[in-house]
Nanobody, 122 residues
Framework: QLQASGGGLVQAGGSLSLSCAASGLVFNRYSVAWFRQGPGKEREFVAALSWHGGRSNYRDSVKGRFTISRDNAKNTATLQMNSLQPEDTAVYYC?????????????????WGQGTQVTVSS
């Protein structure tokens, strides 16, 4: 089970930190990812991190602004989001898969948490 939290309302240029808490699985054997779905848009990939933390992947529009990390001892993954822009407004979902992949394809991620709303005002 995955539980995402940390969303909220922030002004453009601000920061938010999203957390994904895992339970009922051997978290340190799962890669994790964040996806988002903005209003009227399809779900899109944001970032991914392998189970060992050695490989990461980001969508181009968030590179240099967002950082994905994990704490295997606490069974959590974090998405630190800086310099937020209105176009980052979306429901953010965490996902996990029992592999070392960092794929951008949503169908390759088997476990999903509920979303957390991020709203960035201009």
């Amino acid at each position: 089970q995955l539980q995402a939290s940390g969303g909220g309302l922030v002004q453009a240029g601000g920061s938010l930190s999203l957390s994904c808490a895992a339970s009922g699985l051997v978290f340190n054997r799962y890669s994790v990812a964040w996806f988002r779905q903005g209003p009227g848009k399809e779900r899109e990939f944001v970032a991914a991190l392998s189970w060992h933390g050695g490989r990461s992947n980001y969508r181009d529009s968030v590179k240099g602004r967002f950082t994905i990390s994990r704490d295997n001892a606490k069974n959590t993954a974090t998405l630190q989001m800086n310099s937020l822009q209105p176009e980052d407004t979306a429901v953010y979902y965490c996902a996990a898969d029992y592999s070392s992949k960092v794929s951008q394809k949503s169908y390759e991620w088997k476990l999903w948490g509920q979303g957390t709303q991020v709203t960035v005002s201009s």
